[in-house]
């Protein structure tokens, strides 16, 4: 028997962070969008969440997660942009209305 106080778990609520091809993933598998990495990071840019350099703008910094450090292939620190599960969903959000949008 099922308690009342069970909490359904979203499969993307599992890990503390998330890289954008994990983020791609969970996109194509949820809402079968396909896009890729970079056309996410370039969506994300223009709708004004991210800078640039990809890292979140004010008012969305709960979302992401910029940790610094040497790149593995050429040793020099760099900035990884990750995803938190609350920005996952987020994204989620965010690509249902893009998807409406683009539909109308």
Known sequence: MRSDNTVKTEPWAVKDEYNMREVVKILKDHLELRIGRNKLFELLRSEGVLDSNNAPLP????HF?????PSPYS???CQWTRVTPKGVKFIMRMMKKVRSKREK
């Open 59 to 62: 008012g969305y910094e709960e």
């Open 65 to 69: 997660v910029c940790p610094c450090g």
């Open 75 to 77: 040793g020099m620190d």
